[in-house]
């Protein structure tokens, strides 16, 4: 079946870098708008990123300037390059996209298990 899994996550120093990736795998006709979230401990989920299928980007008001999402749709990947990390930036990272299968060519919302991103020093 389809999935989505996001690796590239760890600890890092305040002002360092990483950067995240998702991968999609499985019966994949087209990958749709695909969305970075974010959650740390007792806190909501936001959305930090978004990417259409076009191309297009948005970025919460917190990390504009600092992160920047991007696909490469050969490899159905979609990536978040995170740089000046601060420590507000830990939390768990979540990938979430309306991808639709090539076996029913039914679109379907789909998530992550999640990459955990410390920023500590």
């Known amino acids: 079946q389809v999935q989505l899994v996001e690796s590239g996550g760890g600890l890092v120093q305040p002002g360092g870098s990483l950067r995240l990736s998702c991968a999609a795998s499985?019966?994949?006709?087209?990958?749709?708008?695909v969305n970075w979230y974010r959650q740390a401990p007792g806190k909501q989920r936001e959305l930090v990123a978004a990417i259409t299928s076009g191309g297009g980007t948005n970025y919460a008001d917190s990390v504009k300037g600092r992160f920047t999402i991007s696909r490469d749709n050969a490899k159905n990947t979609v990536y978040l390059q995170m740089d000046s990390l601060k420590p507000e930036d830990t939390a768990v990272y979540y990938c979430?996209?309306?991808?639709?299968?090539?076996?029913?060519?039914?679109?379907?919302?789909?998530w992550g298990q999640g990459t955990q991103v410390t920023v500590s020093s």
């Open positions: 979430n996209a309306v991808i639709d299968n090539y076996s029913d060519f039914v679109g379907r919302n789909y």
């Open positions: 499985g019966s994949i006709l087209r990958i749709n708008d």
